[in-house]
């Protein structure tokens, strides 16, 4: 079973960056897309960024242009570069596969203050 471990979240003002990281133990994982949830403050998880074995990333619209997901396959690692950082970017991040088959981690928590 993959296990995923979230961090590199923190408070940033409006317009800051930070990048996330995320673990995941187990072998399968270069062989999954992975992709970057995030749950706003009394909203619904959402999918904001994925990326397939090879590197095709895709974004949601809300993030586009200012968010690059990247993986280290070697290190098991998937990444998330958060550039123009909004206060509408607050929330938990996550990651998992792109069809959300393995069990959540605990997030890492952004907070974007104006």
């Known amino acids: 079973q993959v296990q995923l471990v979230e961090s590199g979240g923190g408070l940033v003002q409006a317009g800051g960056a930070l990048r996330l990281s995320c673990a995941a133990s187990?072998?399968?994982?270069?062989?999954?897309?992975m992709g970057w949830y995030r749950q706003p403050p009394g909203k619904q998880r959402e999918l904001i960024a994925t990326?397939?074995?090879?590197?095709?990333?895709n974004y949601a619209d809300s993030v586009k242009g200012r968010f690059a997901i990247s993986r280290d396959n070697a290190k098991n690692t998937v990444y998330l570069q958060m550039n123009s950082l909004k206060p509408e970017d607050t929330a938990v991040y996550y990651c998992?596969?792109?069809?959300?088959?393995?069990?959540w981690g605990q997030g890492t928590q952004v907070t974007v203050s104006s």
């Open positions: 990326i397939s074995a090879d590197s095709g990333t």
């Open positions: 998992n596969s792109v069809s959300a088959k393995f069990s």
């Open positions: 187990g072998s399968i994982f270069s062989i999954n897309a």
